[in-house]
């Protein structure tokens, strides 16, 4: 774990009382990007931004971790840019927002605020 932690310092600041949270994260993450199968811990809200990278869905992108960070909320958040993967959730139009496996936003970019009242 800590070579997962030494490669992602070195373009990301970590702060040192976080070092471990940070490791188990990247190593979930790592792990899931080679296909196991992840058993998700209970209470954490699952949030998925659909959306090519344009510039909206990065916007919502920005928002969705804002309202996460100030709720404080434990939250598996996720941008899919892949359009076979966004096709599978079957959104009409981007940025398309996902939580918890429904489709709460298709698009357009909610507020902050607006984002938060879905989230709780």
Known sequence: MNEIINRTKRSNYIPIEAESEYAEALLLEYRRFLGEQ??????????????????????????VMTAVAELELPADVQ??????????????????????????????????????????
Do not use: F, W
């Open 38 to 63: 992840i058993e998700e811990k209970r209470g954490v809200i699952e949030i998925r931004i659909l959306g090519p990278g344009c510039p909206r869905c990065e916007e919502l992108v920005n928002h």
């Open 79 to 120: 941008h899919i840019r892949d359009l076979k993967q966004i096709a599978n959730y079957g959104p009409v139009s981007t940025p398309a927002l996902v939580i918890n496996g429904v489709i709460n936003v298709m698009g357009k970019v909610p507020s902050v605020e607006q984002l938060k009242r879905m989230m709780v």
